[in-house]
């Protein structure tokens, strides 16, 4: 453990410290897995957060990271040859695959987690149930995934008030729900007896950390993958700051050396063995997405469901120093559709859609009334298929559907399902309501006659248990996505027919950003010629995404957040990286070794 243990309470207000080995920038996955590796190594560490709370997108997330040949799946029995995960990644990426971080990828994922598992308070749960994507030839049915364990938010003591809540909007009072047996229990909790006391346990437990906490303890999914390795980053002496956003990166002689940092307590942060960008890309940066995003050139037609405060900080200062971002991507972002809710206060939250598209009694239409995606595919491959069926010249929107049962039962956005009211959604204009199909398409300003056409032909197919149109519940994705308790018939389709209706307008959104800074097979960011800038690495959204800009499974972001942070933490200590040969890193060992001299 680093002797060099930071306070036992935040700091908030505190001076910076005038110097550190490592300073990373940004407390998400890959940044506090960059920071927990260096420290863990006996560096002295600076972990410096723009925003008052720590975690960024990653608390929000459902915690998922794909790791090909995990070391939960083999324990289970899951072992494949190590070709497989490549062959599929060919297959989705094209000329992508042949990255060089792609080989160090799946070299060292395996390697993270079995690290992180032995050395830190961080812990994971399987997906061997969980598919990828799509079924195209290397794909898996399982055993590619895994997720931050649940965790006792109490062992964080006075840090748990750092940790940024889980999203409001997806949660139940503050209180997240793990996707997978908990979610079972949310949605059946009327249907089974075991259900309902789960149910009755964790609002107890949530109210109680209420009272004395003032925000749910039972952490889950991201919040918990988060929690966990703040918790390990802590035990490592890792000194951290809030309200610190970097605002420009220090250069001396052609090297990185450290950052000037704005906030309360502004200052200058020299850094002896170099700095790491991990602010979260750019999914706020209205500049960036009239750029990159055709569907928004204005920068205002998108609406991310991340965190406000990834405003692109990271990539702006690193451009400022020659370096480089990658704009040659297939999508720029992490495409997820999105709906707009109202707020009491006024604001506007961002839900992402990812989990009641795929049930049965649902069913997606564009502007015209017309269906056009398999709405149980995953959230990025429902965008792409808006934005392609999206005449030019109109805005990208679609309306979800569902009937008076499915929404009662798995919810609609941010209308949650019984015994939550409807009455705010409908009285705020969020959620549309007829008696009819056709009263329905006029409260959404569709065509009667369309929609009641496209209802009626979803509604036949739907009650033979097929969909010829899209396929919808054919592939292993769509199968696990749906209604876990069907049986003897499609999991993901249902016919939409027990009135009222409901709709809710979806927009182009995403869960955070692909294009980011060139880098390396070690993160080391990318200047003019694809040469490395001394001192300077990127992990996380800050790095341009290793699948070129596609989304093969679930995990795609944090699983190469969390490995690079592994492979980032490990260079800068000067130890060796699976994948990457020694002499190909000797240049940034010898300036490691004289900067810190």
């Not at 495409?335 to 997606?364: C, I, N, Q």
Request: glycine residues 14%; aromatic residues 6%.
């Amino acid at each position: 453990m680093n002797e060099r243990a930071m306070p036992l309470v935040p700091q908030d207000g505190a001076l910076l410290p005038a110097t550190c080995d490592v300073l990373v920038v940004g407390s998400g996955a890959g940044g506090l897995a960059t920071a927990v590796v260096a420290a863990r190594a006996g560096l002295e560490v600076l972990v410096i957060e723009k925003a008052p709370v720590l975690g960024g997108t990653s608390a929000w997330s459902g915690g998922w990271l794909w790791i090909p040949r995990n070391p939960l799946a083999e324990r289970a029995g899951i072992i494949e040859d190590e070709t497989e995960p490549r062959r599929y990644l060919a297959s989705e990426l094209g000329n992508a695959a042949g990255d060089p971080r792609i080989d160090v990828f799946l070299a060292n994922g395996p390697e993270m987690v079995r690290w992180f598992e032995a050395e830190t308070e961080v812990a994971f749960v399987d997906g061997n149930r969980v598919p990828d994507f799509h079924a195209t030839p290397g794909h898996a049915t399982g055993g590619r995934s895994v997720a931050g364990a649940p965790y006792d938010g109490r062992r964080l003591g006075p840090w748990l008030d750092k940790l940024r809540p889980p999203l409001d909007l997806i949660s139940v009072g503050g209180m997240g729900i793990a996707s997978g047996a908990d979610l079972g229990h949310f949605v059946n909790w009327l249907r089974s007896t075991a259900s309902f006391a789960h149910v009755t346990r964790r609002f107890l437990r949530h109210g109680r950390d209420l009272v004395r906490h003032g925000r749910s303890a039972q952490l889950v999914n991201g919040n918990a993958l988060v929690a966990r390795l703040l918790r390990s980053a802590l035990d490592a002496g890792v000194a951290i700051r809030t309200g610190a956003p970097a605002v420009a990166l220090i250069v001396e002689d052609g090297r990185v050396v450290g950052a000037r940092v704005a906030g309360a307590a502004p200052g200058t942060v020299r850094a002896r063995r170099g700095v790491v960008l991990a602010t979260g890309g750019f999914p706020h940066d209205a500049a960036r997405i009239a750029a990159m995003f055709e569907h928004a050139p204005d920068g205002t037609g998108h609406h991310s469901a991340a965190p406000e405060g990834n405003t692109g900080d990271g990539m702006r200062i690193a451009e400022a120093v020659g370096a480089v971002v990658a704009d040659d991507l297939v999508h720029p972002g992490a495409w997820a559709p999105v709906s707009l809710v109202p707020r009491k206060d006024g604001s506007v939250g961002r839900f992402p859609h990812l989990v009641e598209r795929s049930k049965p009694g649902f069913l997606a239409v564009d502007s015209h009334g017309r269906r056009f995606v398999n709405e149980a595919d995953s959230y990025h491959d429902f965008m792409a298929a808006l934005f392609r069926a999206t005449p030019a010249g109109e805005a990208p929107v679609a309306w979800l559907l569902a009937d008076h049962r499915a929404q009662r039962r798995w919810g609609l956005g941010g209308a949650k399902p019984f015994p939550f009211p409807l009455r705010p959604y409908l009285a705020s204009g969020y959620l549309k309501r007829g008696r009819t199909i056709g009263e329905l398409a006029l409260a959404c300003g569709l065509d009667p006659a369309a929609l009641e056409a496209t209802v009626t032909a979803f509604n036949r197919a739907a009650a033979a248990g097929d969909d010829p149109a899209f396929g919808r519940g054919r592939s292993a994705y769509n199968k696990v996505q749906g209604d876990a308790a069907a049986t003897g018939r499609n999991p993901s389709l249902g016919p939409v027919e027990a009135g009222p209706f409901y709709a809710v307008r979806i927009v182009p959104g995403s869960l955070g950003t692909f294009a980011g800074l060139r880098t390396d097979a070690a993160a080391r960011v990318l200047g003019a010629g694809s040469a490395a800038i001394p001192g300077l690495f990127a992990v996380g959204n800050d790095m341009s995404s290793i699948m070129g800009g596609t989304y093969p499974s679930g995990g795609i972001t944090l699983g190469p957040a969390m490995t690079f942070g592994y492979v980032a933490g490990r260079v800068l200590a000067g130890l060796p990286v699976t994948g990457l040969p020694v002499g190909g890193l000797e240049e940034t060992r010898e300036e490691i070794g004289e900067t810190a001299g």
